[in-house]
T-cell receptor
Framework: GNSVTQMEGPVTLSEEAFLTINCTYTATGYPSLFWYVQYPGEGLQLLLKATKADDKGSNKGFEATYRKETTSFHLEKGSVQVSDSAVYFCALSPIRGSTLGRLYFGRGTQLTVWP | DAGVTQSPTHLIKTRGQQVTLRCSPKSGHDTVSWYQQALGQGPQFIFQYYEEEERQRGNFPDRFSGHQFPNYSSELNVNALLLGDSALYLC?????????????FGPGTRLLVL
């Protein structure tokens, strides 16, 4: 089946620290992979995506590389800011079959950045 | 370009009541999906609508039903509300062709069942 496992939070960092949030997945076939971010009291915003092996998604200083051999899609940022404080969700979507276009989410990782 | 919109933003209901949530997709999108996000959890897929029909469904009881209109907007209906239905309900839209897997979310409707 399809599932996503994220590192458990919360993660607390000082401003300008390096961020890694681990994400691994199980899927039939080769899905598309996503990171979404949720700020307090809001819906989900698409942060970045990758659609095939070795693709690197990037946005707002965040990056994640689709690693087929380790079934991973870890989120990284070189220097976090207070404004990055939010909950981050890793997700996958099958690209064919009866579950095409359905998102499977991890449980989310709370990030808090202190000034 | 308007993104995905949802209404209402908040709702309070009592057990046994029925509720209807509404969603308008992003311009150019014709596929709408609904998710339930319980507090502290990741969103769970409820169902997806395309061409006014339910195309796929997650592991939710029949109390959860939906509808899609010719203008692609959608409704989520929940009957016989339970306390456990309290959650943030998220609507997401995508195109039906290339890019169907990339979904854009609305701000959600927060439902509290007392």
């Amino acid at each position: 089946g399809n599932s996503v496992t994220q590192m458990e939070g919360p993660v607390t960092l000082s401003e300008e620290a390096f961020l890694t949030i681990n994400c691994t997945y199980t899927a039939t076939g080769y899905p598309s992979l996503f990171w979404y971010v949720q700020y307090p009291g809001e819906g989900l915003q698409l942060l970045l995506k990758a659609t095939k092996a070795d693709d690197k998604g990037s946005n707002k200083g965040f990056e994640a590389t689709y690693r087929k051999e380790t079934t991973s899609f870890h989120l990284e940022k070189g220097s976090v800011q207070v404004s990055d404080s939010a909950v981050y969700f890793c997700a996958l979507s099958p690209i064919r079959g009866s579950t095409l276009g359905r998102l499977y989410f991890g449980r989310g990782t709370q990030l808090t950045v202190w000034p | 370009d308007a993104g995905v919109t949802q209404s209402p933003t908040h709702l309070i209901k009592t057990r046994g009541q029925q509720v209807t949530l509404r969603c308008s997709p992003k311009s150019g999108h014709d596929t709408v999906s609904w998710y339930q996000q319980a507090l502290g959890q990741g969103p769970q897929f409820i169902f997806q609508y395309y061409e006014e029909e339910e195309r796929q469904r997650g592991n939710f009881p029949d109390r959860f039903s939906g509808h899609q209109f010719p203008n692609y907007s959608s409704e989520l209906n929940v009957n016989a509300l339970l306390l456990g239905d309290s959650a943030l309900y998220l609507c997401a839209s995508s195109p039906s062709g290339p890019g169907v897997e990339t979904q854009y979310f609305g701000p959600g409707t927060r439902l509290l069942v007392l």
